[in-house]
């Protein structure tokens, strides 16, 4: 089993930026691929990136490219996603989500660990 717990959501102007953490406790942190997805009020839950435990190799949806970082800490078993340039359609729940054995990296079906989430709100 894997527990993940998600923080630094919050409420931020439009133009601003928020780190969400995702710590990580249970199995071998360094042997999960790690994402994030979020939910809007109304939608269906979405992809917005993932970085592999090997290699390190970094996904994005392209409604977030450019703008947010994801990035992991084996070390402190912590997973990071730094949103820069937020817009009000960024505002939603962020969950964290964690996988051994990952086959499709954009698909939520496709992990098996998630966390309870973290809103993100952002104001115009």
């Known amino acids: 089993q894997v527990q993940l717990v998600e923080s630094g959501g919050g409420l931020v102007q439009a133009g601003g930026s928020l780190r969400l953490s995702c710590a990580a406790s249970g199995r071998t942190f360094r042997n999960y691929d790690m994402g994030w997805f979020r939910q809007a009020p109304g939608k269906e839950r979405e992809f917005v990136a993932t970085?592999?435990?090997?290699?390190?190799?970094?996904y994005y949806a392209d409604s977030v490219k450019g703008r947010f970082t994801i990035s992991r800490d084996n070390a402190k078993n912590t997973v990071y996603l730094q949103m820069n340039s937020l817009k009000p359609e960024d505002t939603a729940v962020y969950y964290c989500?964690?996988?051994?054995?990952?086959?499709?990296?954009?698909?939520?079906?496709?992990?098996?660990?998630w966390g309870q989430g973290t809103q993100v709100t952002v104001s115009s």
């Open positions: 989500a964690a996988d051994s054995n990952l086959r499709r990296v954009r698909t939520e079906e496709s992990y098996d660990y």
């Open positions: 970085i592999t435990w090997r290699l390190d190799i970094t």
